[in-house]
Nanobody
Framework: QVQLVESGGGSVQPGGSLRLSCVSS????????????MGWYRQAPGKQREMVAT???????NYADSVKGRFTISRGDVEGTVYLQMDSLKPEDTAVYYCNGGTLGRGRYYPSSWGQGTQVTVSS
């Protein structure tokens, strides 16, 4: 079973920056885990979970319109590692951020493994 563990959340003032990290561990189906893509989702209180950013094994990226130009997703050198650099943070970015990994099919991303989440709070 693959496990994803996030870190790097915290509290920051508007305009500040945070860097989230996600590390995978474990095995899936007797083989080393391999995700077609990994990503970050977030869920604010009273709202549905939404996609923030994704990155494929070929480093193609996709961002929610609300974070374009402010957030950057990247993959680490170690397989199953993904980062989210968040700059120019706004109060509306406050949410629990979840790392995930999954497969691609017909141009869509299907996350299947999830982390426990890390809280990001943007407030003055």
């Amino acid at each position: 079973q693959v496990q994803l563990v996030e870190s790097g959340g915290g509290s920051v003032q508007p305009g500040g920056s945070l860097r989230l990290s996600c590390v995978s561990s474990g095995r899936a189906s007797g083989s080393f885990f391999t995700f077609d893509a990994m990503g970050w989702y977030r869920q604010a209180p009273g709202k549905q979970r939404e996609m923030v950013a994704t990155i494929t094994s070929r480093y193609a990226t996709n961002y929610a319109d609300s974070v374009k130009g402010r957030f950057t997703i990247s993959r680490g050198d170690v397989e199953g590692t993904v980062y989210l650099q968040m700059d120019s943070l706004k109060p509306e970015d406050t949410a629990v951020y979840y790392c995930n990994g999954g497969t691609l099919g017909r141009g869509r991303y299907y996350p299947s493994s999830w982390g426990q989440g890390t809280q990001v709070t943007v407030s003055s």
